[in-house]
């Protein structure tokens, strides 16, 4: 993995697997039945169409890369990087695998996984909210701390997480490659539900494009503008604030009074717009 990419990845892997490792750690040949499955693995399952043929280029090759584990009780192992690997070389028939055994807390576990997966591009966009919310919810990392761990930045953390507002059964067919995240998005924009599901089942049936939804929806928001005989400079101003600070704006104005609706749906959330608000001041309009 080169050092350029290591760096686009924050610092998990440069933590956790350093650059120059170091020559006297140990690579093990450790039975595949003594390794159990990481209870923080991001992805929600490991079976997918590629796994063929890395089972046959292990019963070719074998494994190139070594897995990395931590120690459980009892002698046993958990894995933390390259599950895909041990299921393929327990179909490939090989009782050992190459591994490094690292001392990992649970923490480090879930975000060498997730920069691991990431790296891959073997994650979903709802495994990786999913990975995401759940470094916030049970280490109490906020969205500041994912992004500079992952090595992303903090919007990209923010619209990540966002998708898990979606129903279940639309996040169900984006984790079955159903519907894209470019999907996701706009569906994100309607107001119901069933509205939502309605339409993410036409882009299953039709193979409708990101493009063709936002113009299926835009009648019924063209709709609502009219009836609220909207002020086309409010709307523009709403816009530029939705953008700016990362969730949606409402004004209301009433003459010469009014007010001013921020969303907001976390704790965290409501933090890192009240530190934008305060950037704000500072910058040139």
Same mark, same amino acid.
């Given at each position: 993995?080169?050092?350029?990419k290591?760096k686009?990845?924050?610092k %998990? /892997? +440069?933590?956790?697997?350093? &650059?120059?490792? +170091?020559?006297?750690?140990k690579?093990?040949e450790?039975?595949?039945? /003594?390794?159990?499955p990481?209870?923080?693995?991001?992805?929600?399952?490991?079976e997918?169409?590629?796994l063929i043929?890395?089972?046959?280029?292990?019963?070719?090759?074998?494994?190139i890369e070594p897995?990395?584990?931590r120690?459980?009780?009892?002698?046993? #192992?958990?894995?933390?990087?390259?599950e895909?690997? /041990? =299921?393929?070389?327990k179909?490939?028939?090989? =009782? !050992?695998i190459?591994?490094?055994?690292?001392?990992?807390? +649970?923490?480090?576990?879930?975000?060498?996984?997730?920069?691991?997966?990431?790296q891959?591009?073997?994650?979903?966009?709802?495994?990786e909210?999913?990975?995401?919310?759940?470094l916030?919810? &049970?280490? %109490?990392?906020?969205?500041?701390?994912?992004?500079r761990?992952? %090595?992303?930045?903090?919007a990209s953390?923010t619209?990540?997480?966002?998708?898990l507002?979606?129903?279940?059964?639309?996040?169900?067919m984006?984790i079955?490659?159903?519907? !894209?995240?470019?999907?996701?998005?706009?569906? /994100?924009?309607? +107001?119901?539900?069933?509205? !939502?599901?309605?339409i993410a089942?036409?882009?299953k049936?039709?193979?409708?494009s990101?493009?063709d939804? &936002?113009?299926?929806?835009?009648?019924? *928001?063209?709709?609502?503008?009219?009836?609220?005989?909207?002020?086309? #400079?409010?709307?523009?101003?709403?816009?530029?604030?939705?953008?700016?600070?990362g969730?949606?704006?409402?004004?209301?104005?009433?003459?010469?009074k009014?007010?001013?609706?921020?969303?907001? #749906?976390?704790?965290?959330? *409501?933090?890192?717009?009240?530190?934008?608000?305060?950037?704000?001041?500072?910058?040139?309009?």
């Open positions: 993995m080169s050092s350029h290591r686009a990845l924050g %998990g /892997l +440069d933590a956790l697997i350093p &650059e120059n490792r +170091d020559i006297k750690e690579i093990l450790i039975d595949v039945n /003594l390794i159990d990481n209870p923080y693995q991001p992805r929600s399952f490991i997918d169409p590629n043929s890395l089972i046959d280029s292990i019963k070719e090759k074998g494994i897995i990395i584990v120690d459980k009780p009892g002698n046993r #192992y958990e894995v933390i990087c390259g895909r690997r /041990l =299921e393929a070389s179909r490939a028939g090989k =009782e !050992k190459p591994s490094i055994i690292k001392d990992l807390s +649970d923490r480090e576990s879930l975000e060498l996984a997730l920069v691991e997966n990431i891959r591009e073997s994650l979903n966009p709802i495994d909210a999913r990975g995401f919310k759940r916030m919810d &049970e280490f %109490g990392a906020t969205q500041e701390d994912v992004a761990e992952i %090595g992303k930045s903090r953390i619209n990540t997480i966002r998708l507002r979606l129903p279940m059964f639309i996040q169900e984006i079955r490659d159903e519907i !894209k995240e470019g999907h996701a998005r706009v569906l /994100l924009r309607i +107001d119901s539900d069933a509205d !939502k599901i309605n089942r036409r882009v049936k039709n193979g409708l990101v493009r939804v &936002e113009k299926l929806i835009e009648p019924k *928001f063209k709709r609502k503008k009219k009836e609220k005989n909207p002020d086309l #400079y409010i709307q523009e101003i709403e816009l530029q604030l939705s953008r700016y600070l969730t949606k704006v409402k004004i209301d104005r009433n003459g010469s009014g007010r001013i609706k921020i969303d907001f #749906y976390s704790d965290e959330e *409501f933090a890192r717009i009240i530190e934008t608000i305060g950037q704000f001041k500072n910058e040139e309009v």
